[in-house]
């Protein structure tokens, strides 16, 4: 039921109609989310990583209320010529073109993180890294909070 409503959202995107309104209206699907994501750490505990993109520092912070001070953001960044070789790569050279500049119209809405962000970490991804770079990058921050010398 509850995703039924969000489809009309997702066709917008689909068609490439991304605005900042748009994005807003995501929001309640972020809060359950991050909801979902609550009860279920309860009912688990430990440290869990979850893969999701947050567009902005107001959704991460909205995020943070739910999910508490302990969740850490990893922001992965990379320029618009790294979306493309990277796009190019997965999907190869007959990539659509409409595709391709939906996903960079997409990804320019998303903000890096704030230097005075608490709990959020930028990776900055560049055309040379490999899959297994990135992942390290990510890794070498995890391993650092839980050293406490971030």
């Known amino acids: ?9 997702h066709e917008e995107v689909q068609k490439g109609n991304i605005t900042d309104e748009l994005m807003e209206a995501f ?3 972020y809060d359950h989310m991050a909801n979902d994501i609550s009860k279920q750490n309860k009912r688990f505990g430990g440290k869990m990583a979850v893969a999701q993109a947050i567009y902005s520092r107001k ?11 302990e969740c850490t953001f990893i922001v992965l960044n990379m320029s618009r ?4 070789k990277r796009v190019t790569e997965r999907h190869g050279e ?28 930028n990776v900055e ?9 990135v992942i390290q990058k ?3 921050i995890v391993d650092k909070l839980e050293k406490g010398s971030v």
Request: charged letters at 35%; a negative charge; glycine letters at 2%.
């Open 94 to 121: 007959d990539a659509n073109e409409d595709f391709m500049n939906m996903l960079i119209k997409f990804a320019a809405m998303y903000e890096p993180a704030g230097e005075d962000e608490e709990n959020a970490y």
């Open 125 to 133: 991804i560049t055309e040379d890294m490999s899959r297994e770079d």
């Open 59 to 69: 959704q991460r912070d909205s995020m943070r209320k739910i999910l508490g001070p």
């Open 27 to 29: 929001q309640p699907m």
């Open 1 to 9: 039921m509850y995703m039924d409503s969000m489809q009309p959202l």
């Open 81 to 84: 010529e790294c979306q493309k």
């Open 138 to 140: 990510i890794l070498d």
